[in-house]
């Protein structure tokens, strides 16, 4: 019963050389298509993150689908909960009695109480103009030994400032308290994450030689160590859409913000190793034998995989032009990146990439001639990243989302060694690439 | 404003369990095998639920399912222009053999036309297009029902003779109900080794053209209540009777076959068409000690066939859309934890059949048959959904 249904298509629209691209969208938008590829995270995943809290979402049946089987499949249905918003209550304008009520029913049948509640309003509320404001002053009103915040799942809005993954990575920190014994002056955080960072990462190398304390909320086994990241006197982050989170704690805790964007350049890991040392105050140390080493271990790669065409994807790596420079500048042969957009550290990476490497191919993900192009590739290829593997239907990929927590030289060696891993072994993309939220839960799929 | 901090009221809420495939979701899974373009008017997010929890064809059947990605300044706007633009080009592009629209909570509230918009893209392209105005509100049930009278209306439209042996057409199949666990063609089989044929299968493993033969059948067999809307129509417009029952074990599927051959004979021996709801109890039972919760007439279906098995009484809990009038006397509807608990408190319940997901609210002291169902924990109990059409051991072994 099952076939395809795929016929000749002519690429324009969801293809373009590297040449002819614009920066940051090289592609209209128009309908888009959402291939099966999934191990991105969604906003439950996140969420998620907060120690010994639970999660309320309150939408429309539609909308609530998704998310209760992202807990389901995660295995952490026990710390979620909905509350269904129907036609009634839109006819009505009860959205402020349902929600309130509707949090309390979900309390009283907690079997533990939780320490905080991550309450997601929808489009719905924000349309109607809900008053989420006094919902939220009575039931912490009510609930006093109980902290709430707002989260929201409002996509209406994603064109509209902050997307809701930025605000979601912002909103992770809005339920700390202000200390009470005030900053750690050798305490910092990085934020902002989905997945945490290695550990072997010269931020945290750094941070030990400076006598530092550096946590990150994946570090937090209960609400009081989460609440304790409260007193560090800086955050750090690297990935772009965690800035805003820098930025709403640099405001409200006075914590200094540090931005050191991923990068696969070392010039531009040198500058962030530079200007973190000198806030630790200690001397930056000579990385020339770690650059050597990283040079020497993409030189070997190189001859194992030698001329195999390599293809890169947005969801694999926050700067994936970045990685394709590296990549091309080691002399692999990448040929493709699967982006529908760049971020605006990724501007440096593309006059580079136009003026050395034209050819480069940049295919959609989201635009719909993508559903119908053959998935299949006429030779040996690695893929890099999950969506990338899908579209070429190749098993040799690295299934990793958001740069897998690498940062720095370690995290560019540690990434050579997974190339060189999906090169030699074969994995099973059907079955890895559907699942949900890479890192999070127990995944029962 | 009530605010009620500890009463015990129905709140929508639903502390652990899951929720059912909605509506628009329903739409595209209808129309999914039919070489349609079906667009979900959302922001953004139906598209992957469909994909990852409601469609388990999506990774081997590039059937064309998009959306329309409507911001938050078109629909304050009320811009429907970028809609008919992006689908026109879309259409342009890919060439289906019609576009379906289907709304979510945002186009309901600004109060989209689909069916003005879908008049001026049909126009526009000459492609037949169907507006479809769901709201991410409903279950699947409902949304399914209406794609496939929207269907029906739509193209099939032309008596034409019936078929020579009793035939029917199979209405309310989709993977949602009938997973891809081969009991679609475990129907087919059992209908055409009892020397009835079937004209067509609305939607799964049929092509449009195929289900614009659907008049030259004799009857309708519903198998779910999403078949309902189309039998409806094909009864008014054609005159075609509809039988409510989904085959399930020997004895109930053979009573299925009798009833077809006797509506088979309307015309000729019936001067009013005659429906039947199969699937109801038409005796007085006494309290069930078994229960099992679900979709309308599998649910109802699967609990005569077990009946039919074992001489138990079986009780339903219908938490999806269902016509009152089918109900059986042990038949609840039922969709919230509020309202699923205190039915679950009867002391004389033995056992409970239903999708995994209702496991953390069923009693200790009755014992849980996993009986998985799509349309509510989607891919994760894919091992659970067993091909019950002829065969009910995989159930009976449990009580």
Redesign the interface.
Known sequence: MLKRIGKEIDLSGAMTTIRDATFPSPFQSELEYSCSARGTWNIVHTGFLVPESHEIFVCAAGCLRGVVLTAAECGLSGRFSTIEIREENVLNGDLEELLINGVSDIIRQLPERPKAILIYTSCIHHFIGCDTTLCYKKLREHYPDIDFTDCYMNPIMRKSGLTPDQIMRRQLYSLWHQPESGQNPRKMNIIGNNLPTQKNSELYTLAGIAGYDLTEIHDCKNYAQYQDMACASANLCYNPVAKAAGEMLAEKYHQKLLYFPVSYSYQEIQKSLAEYANFLNIPLPDYADVIAKCDLKAESLKKLIADTPIMIDYTATIRPLSLARFLLEHHFNVTRIYADGFTQEEFQDFNWLQENYPDLEIFATIQVKMRMIPREYSKKTLAIGQKAAYFLNTPYFINIIENNGFWGFSGILEFLELLEDAFLHEKDTKKLVQIKGVGCGTACI | ??????L??N??????I????????GVCSALF?L?GMS?IH????????Y????EP????????V????????E?IMGNDEKLI???I??AE??SPKFIALAG???P???GTDFKAIASVIEKQTGIPCMGIPT?????YVQGVSMAMQTLAEKFVTESMPKTKKISVNLLGVTPLDFS?NGS??HMHDLLNQNQIEVVSCWC??DSLENLKLAPSAHVNLVVSYAGIGAAEYLAKKFGIPYLIARPYGKAFSSEIIRAIRNLSDYPKNQKNLQNSVLCRNQEIPGNPEIIMIGEGISSESLARAIERETGKTVGTIIATEYDTNFLSENARIAR???ELIPILKNPDLKYLIADP?YQ?ICPKSVKFIRLGHEGF????YHDLMPDLTEDLHWILNQL
């Open positions: 404003m009530y605010i009620n901090y500890n015990n009221h709140y929508q809420t639903a502390r652990i899951s929720t059912y495939t909605a509506d628009v979701s095998e070489g667009v959302d922001a953004s997010g139906c598209n992957s639920t994909n990852t929890h409601d064809r999506w990774y081997d059947f590039d059937s064309m998009f959306l329309s990605g409507i911001s938050e300044m629909a633009h992006d689908v080009s879309a592009q890919l979510t909570p945002i309901m509230m600004v709201n991410g509100m409903h279950t891809l679609v063609q799964m493993g919230d934890e509020a997901l953390p924990s989607g891919r994760i």
